[in-house]
């Protein structure tokens, strides 16, 4: 008797899957026309949303990156943009060069983000409520507030030649871009050194005064 009663158990457990077996092909039979369609069609405005809103976000100016003329542009920018990504510059940093290739080609990649540039030299007011000390510096902002900035090449792996990517993790962490990546390990390139920040070492020194044309070093303000 235990043994029938353990085979009409199994049985009924069998029946019970192949109903749910059942009941999920019937489901995606029935979905082969309308819910299939419907699918279809809510991806098929979710895209046009997509180019809709970008295409609103490059009217205004995002998907470039360019120079403001003044600290009244700053802050216009920083309203009209969610988010912001602003270089504080002067051409005789070479340096600011460098971040200068590496944010036009982050620029178009990244549409959702306004990527700017301003002369610190013009901007006095600017640079002295910021605390711009360094040169170049990133300053970050979202929903018009400054959050977060990146000063020289420290974080960006403490040498010139660091690659696009390591600019883009670092303005992931910062929540300038929509990162898809890893955001606690930084991308690896060339021989990582121990020491200083996030596993790279400083960069050797900075360059007081405004008038070293030919140093590669950031400039203190």
Not at 161 to 183: C, H, K, S, V
């Amino acid at each position: 008797m235990a043994q029938n009663a353990l085979e009409q158990h199994l049985l009924e457990a069998t029946r019970v899957v192949e109903q749910q077996l059942d009941a999920e092909i019937e489901k995606l039979d029935r979905m082969e026309d309308d819910d299939y369609e419907k699918l279809r069609q809510r991806r098929l405005d979710a895209m046009k949303n997509a180019q809709k809103q970008n295409q609103e976000l490059m009217a205004k100016g995002h998907g470039k990156y360019y120079e403001i003329a003044s600290e009244k542009d700053f802050f216009e920018e920083s309203k009209r943009s969610k988010k912001l990504v602003c270089h504080f510059y002067r051409d005789s940093t070479f340096r600011c060069k460098i971040i200068d290739k590496h944010l036009e080609i982050l620029a178009p990649k990244n549409v959702e983000t306004k990527f700017v540039k301003i002369n610190a030299e013009k901007c006095p007011f600017l640079v002295e409520r910021l605390r711009i000390v360094v040169l170049p510096t990133l300053c970050i902002a979202i929903d018009g507030k400054t959050t977060d900035y990146i000063v020289g090449f420290d974080e960006l792996g403490g040498v010139d030649d660091f690659p696009t990517e390591m600019m883009e993790w670092r303005l992931g962490r910062a929540g300038a871009i929509n990162y898809q990546g890893d955001l606690v390990n930084p991308p690896e390139f060339g021989e990582k050194k121990k020491g200083g920040i996030l596993g790279f070492s400083k960069t050797s020194k900075t360059i007081k005064g405004r008038d070293d044309e030919d140093s590669s070093d950031e400039d203190d303000w």
